[in-house]
């Protein structure tokens, strides 16, 4: 019986080879401005099953058996396109796709209406140009990085902050990239603005459930966004100028359908419209701004090959200044930038892309006070080089694979003081480091109800010389100090039980070589990275998901419930008897454990008049560590039990638009002082168990309302006001709380009082949007 089964299987799958197919492929891409489109779906239309993706560079490549198909072109936002086709050779079909002109004329094809459904995805969430100017805009602006936030499973640090959580994972587990270079602080102006102008994004990409194999270096979530390439077809010229910031962007063709160009800026200006009011006080000098600049430059020399050029550099300096008591700060920090890509196709089925990228972080704090001056700077730096390939079988098997490599060099904090003519520096050394990752991954269809990712990662970092360790081992330039290797498998699930439902599972194993460290457990931009090393290992993480997505009325609601479970090793935290005067800062770390689990309610419209999510995260995060109180399991800063977000658009009329954010969240853990003891008339404090108590809950509501005074215009220029109220409640929440006592040493009694420091009241904004295209 079992050979007439292999015989029966080997006469099938040689006739299936003995048939004839021939591939159809090529770029999709928008027709107004030549841009690219990412993940656009094309599809036999008697088969959607028979259908493809385009990749992160608007490519596709869909084999079929010979004859004849009616090929259906589609991406959300545009009219869809069909093309009949004789299938008997292969076919290079470069397609542009027309923008829809009104809601209600784009027509949703079954393949995108249940997009969601049918993929292996789980907890990826894609934000394009089209659905990125949809969310409620605060400051005058869209923010990727706040909007993001606004989902389930994703919370914020809180105000005064950038940084965010994922399911559990602190900040330093996310992985944030600008067309493929790492981003280490993602925010501006205390977190109210992130690096990423609006302006310069074509598309946003977050995962944070079952991380795919092309992926790593970090556990929690990959947030990927891609820049614009520039119109190849018209120039035009777009921004807007607000009370707290303006921003430019230029972009056009250098020459039609070739080569094109985007250069955005953006700066804030608010203090320095208050320095004569400044310059009156004891306050005289003190100012904030930051400023951040994007470009990009694109060159198709053929269909076959493409290179792509681009950067970003931002900084933001806020500068402090108390004349009366001669006392100062400034501190400068900020992100720069680099890649340059090349695509080449080798044939009509593999596509390649190679990349170089270079980036750096870095912080710097400079005081002084009459006599004495002090500097700390800490910093990253890497150089990066990418080869990944897309390989497009057939339909029904998508391969990726690639190599990357890293060397970075990780800068503690490094003081260098003086009082008079006493000099003081710490000497710490740059840590130098090798990362090194390859991997296989295939996103294949078994039947029409089972598809199936799964990929494999492996992955090294090897710390290298110059070092000194702590028993005085001197390592040369490039001498091995430790090395560390891992095997991360990945796979995610998607069993369709009809059309508008399917269930998905995920495995994910990811390890982390790079550490954000902060005696404040904040993404501050004073906390530094440290490598792994010979003192620290890398960290370890395994995460369990499944979930049930369903549509409902033709795409109009998307619902999913999602529950996982993070195992994670090697955590790390200061040590309880921690002082900041330890040779090498690795000295003073601990190392445990830790968990975290819950579950993620979201259910979208995606259409009509009002639309917008709701978004619910039931979760527990927790350490536990044996050098910490014995062990005891305690929940993170960042645990929060319950996270709402509801967020709501509506078009009342061409001319205006308004949108609306609530947040609410279980207020964060800390942990509290319960007594304070005197010896020798010195107060000692006694704190309680480790994140034993909370700060009140947070809640906020962000109103916005956009007033277009022409919508229906044929002219070239067009222009918008955006009104919006941060915090429309004025709700004090808590950024910190801190402790006073009052003692009476004649009576002996010492009274504590805790008080709260909010940061941010009501906050209105209006900014003057605007846009010009050359006819």
Not at 111 to 130: H, K, P, W
Not at 238 to 259: F, H, M, N, W, Y
Not at 551 to 560: I, M, P
Request: aromatic share 14%; with cysteine.
């Amino acid at each position: 019986m079992r050979l007439a089964l292999i015989l029966c299987f080997t006469l099938i799958n040689m006739a299936c080879l003995a048939q004839e197919t021939f591939t159809i492929s090529g770029y999709i891409s928008d027709a107004t401005s030549g841009e690219t489109l990412i993940a656009a779906n094309v599809f036999n239309k008697d088969d959607i099953n028979q259908g493809v993706s385009s990749n992160a560079y608007g490519f596709y490549s869909l084999t079929l058996l010979k004859g004849s198909y009616t090929i259906v072109f589609s991406y959300l936002g545009y009219q869809d396109k069909s093309s009949n086709i004789n299938l008997n050779q292969n076919i290079r079909l470069n397609i542009k796709l027309q923008l829809g002109l009104l809601v209600e004329e784009i027509v949703v094809t079954a393949e995108e209406e249940n997009e969601e459904v049918q993929n292996t995805e789980m907890g990826t969430i894609e934000l394009d140009a089209l659905e990125i100017r949809k969310i409620p805009a605060i400051f005058g602006e869209v923010d990727i990085l706040k909007s993001l936030q606004l989902l389930p499973g994703v919370s914020s640090v809180g105000e005064g902050n950038a940084g965010f959580y994922v399911r559990g994972g602190g900040p330093d587990q996310n992985l944030v990239l600008l067309d493929e270079a790492v981003v280490y602080n993602s925010g501006h102006m205390l977190g109210f603005f992130s690096v990423f102008n609006p302006d310069a994004i074509k598309n946003t990409t977050l995962i944070k459930g079952g991380m795919p194999a092309n992926y790593g270096g970090r556990l929690s979530s990959v947030v990927d966004i891609q820049m614009k390439e520039g119109n190849d077809q018209k120039f035009s010229l777009e921004g807007g100028i607000g009370i707290i910031a303006s921003r430019l962007t230029v972009q056009g063709p250098i020459k039609k359908d070739k080569t094109s160009f985007i250069i955005t800026g953006r700066r804030t200006y608010l203090f320095d419209l208050l320095q004569p009011v400044l310059n009156q006080t004891d306050f005289a000098g003190t100012n904030y701004f930051f400023y951040d600049l994007n470009a990009k430059l694109n060159h198709k020399f053929s269909d076959r090959d493409r290179i792509f050029i681009s950067s970003y550099f931002g900084r933001d300096k806020l500068i402090y200044q108390q004349q009366e008591r001669n006392f100062g700060i400034e501190i400068p920090y900020g992100n720069a930038t680099a890649t340059i890509r090349w695509n080449h196709l080798f044939s009509d089925k593999l596509f390649m892309n190679l990349s170089g990228i270079y980036n750096k972080y870095d912080f710097k704090f400079e005081a002084f006070q009459d006599n004495f001056t002090g500097e700390i700077f800490s910093g990253v730096e890497d150089w990066n080089a990418k080869l990944d390939f897309d390989y497009f079988m057939n339909p029904a098997n998508h391969i990726k694979f690639g190599l990357n490599y890293t060397f970075h060099k990780l800068t503690p904090n490094i003081l260098d003081a003086s009082d008079g003519n006493v000099n003081f520096t710490n000497n710490l050394e740059p840590k130098f480091g090798h990362e090194i990752a390859a991997y296989l991954q295939d996103d294949l269809k078994l039947g029409s109800s089972l598809k199936m990712n799964i990929g494999l990662r492996v992955s090294s970092f090897t710390q290298v010389g110059p070092y000194t360790s702590l028993d005085n081992v001197n390592f040369e330039k490039g001498e091995k100090v430790k090395a560390y290797s891992a095997l991360e498998p990945r796979l995610g699930l998607n069993y369709t039980l009809n059309e508008t439902t399917s269930i998905k599972g995920g495995l994910t194993f990811s390890t982390q070589y790079l550490h954000l460290v902060s005696n404040s457990t904040s993404t501050l931009p004073a906390d530094v990275w440290v490598a792994s090393s010979d003192l620290v290992k890398p960290q370890k993480g395994i995460q369990y998901a499944l979930g049930i997505f369903k549509n409902f009325k033709e795409g109009l609601f998307v619902t999913s419930l999602e529950v996982y479970y993070k195992d994670l090793q090697n955590q790390i935290d200061y040590r309880e008897s921690y002082v900041d005067n330890a040779k090498q800062v690795e000295e003073e770390f601990v190392f445990g454990e830790g968990r975290s689990y819950g579950a993620e309610l979201f259910i979208k419209k995606t259409r009509g008049k009002l639309n917008g999510w709701l978004g619910y995260t039931l979760s527990r995060t927790e350490r536990w560590f044996d050098e910490i109180e014995n062990g005891r399991v305690f929940p993170t800063t960042y645990d929060r039990t319950h996270d709402l977000s509801v967020v709501l658009n509506y078009a009342l009329s061409k001319k205006w638009d308004f949108g609306a954010s609530f947040v609410y969240g279980t207020g964060r853990a800390y942990t509290p002082i319960e007594s304070i003891f005197f010896i020798e008339q010195r107060p000692n404090t006694n704190y309680g168990p480790r994140n034993s108590a909370r700060l009140e809950d947070y809640s906020r509501l962000d109103l916005s309302a956009t007033y277009t005074p022409n919508p229906d215009s044929k002219k070239t220029f067009k222009s918008s006001w955006t009104f919006s109220l941060y915090n429309a409640y004025n709700r004090k929440n808590p950024f910190f709380l801190y402790t006073s006592s009052d003692t009476n040493f004649a009576a002996g009694s010492t009274a504590l009082s805790a008080y709260k420091v909010t940061l941010f009241p009501t906050i209105p904004s209006i900014t003057w949007n605007f846009k010009w295209m050359q006819k």
